[in-house]
């Protein structure tokens, strides 16, 4: 079966990056803009995996990994960080929130791509 994965980035560019580069290894890809959109597509895709940036606006991704880890239904949904950030305090930060993973950007495809693989098997 398909792994479905939300992408959520406030860059237009890099979700287009994101699809284009997993839908060739075989995932279906669904996108949000920021993390209030990305709470809302939660909700309505109930994806295998989020993936998900840290500096966006109206919510960031500390936030929305603690919205989808408040949710019941999302308690076991695997969550990759994937950001330009690479501090040890931001990704101490994300997995207190709930991150499973972090990838910094820029991103290889075939690493994403192995570790989606590992943490949604």
Request: hydrophobic share 40%.
């Amino acid at each position: 079966m398909t792994k479905r994965i939300l992408t959520v980035d406030d860059s237009a560019s890099m979700r287009m990056l994101l699809k284009a580069s997993l839908t060739k290894q075989g995932f279906a890809i669904e996108t949000a803009d920021d993390g209030e959109h990305g709470l809302s597509r939660m909700c309505e895709l109930s994806p295998d995996l989020l993936i998900t940036d840290i500096n966006m606006p109206k919510m960031d991704g500390f936030e929305l990994i603690e919205a989808v880890r408040g949710m019941p239904e999302f308690r076991g949904t695997p969550i990759l960080v994937l950001s330009t950030e690479f501090s040890d305090e931001k990704k101490a930060r994300a997995r207190s929130a709930g991150a499973t993973g972090w990838i910094t950007k820029p991103f290889d495809p075939d690493k994403l791509g192995a570790a989606i693989r590992k943490v949604c098997p």
